[in-house]
């Protein structure tokens, strides 16, 4: 499976961006799929993940009420709509997936089976 990330970039605090994962796969809704980030000096955090098999999503606690995770499945892609951006959301966005796994397990156990390249998001205060 081949994960293709986009739409990172640059945006000032209380901002918006749209993150997508493109997959590449005829199985899509066997996947959990989502972003994990990484900033400087701090550790890999999972921010939110979506599965069609459980029908569940996953939030970190600190961007939950600002980013909303969906998919379209006939697109075979996951976005990540992020709002009200803020500094501490800056960093680089790891799209990821996994076969099988609940959302929750993916984030607490760091799991991935596939990843794609990062994008840079950066908000600027």
């Known amino acids: 499976v081949q994960l293709q990330a986009s739409g990172g970039g640059l945006v000032q605090a209380g901002g918006s961006l749209r993150l997508s994962c493109a997959a590449s796969t005829s199985t899509f809704d066997d996947y959990t799929i989502g972003w994990f980030r990484q900033a400087p000096g701090k550790e890999r955090e999972g921010v939110s993940f979506?599965?069609?098999?459980?029908?569940?999503?996953y939030y970190a606690d600190s961007v939950k009420g600002r980013f909303t995770i969906s998919s379209d499945n006939a697109k075979n892609t996951v976005y990540l709509q992020m709002n009200s951006l803020k500094p501490e959301d800056t960093g680089v966005y790891y799209c990821?997936?996994?076969?099988?796994?609940?959302?929750?397990?993916?984030?607490?156990?760091?799991?991935?089976?596939?990843r794609g390249q990062g994008t840079l998001v950066t908000v600027s205060s």
């Open positions: 979506i599965s069609s098999y459980y029908g569940s999503t």
């Open positions: 990821a997936a996994t076969r099988g796994l609940h959302p929750t397990v993916v984030v607490t156990t760091g799991t991935y089976d596939y």
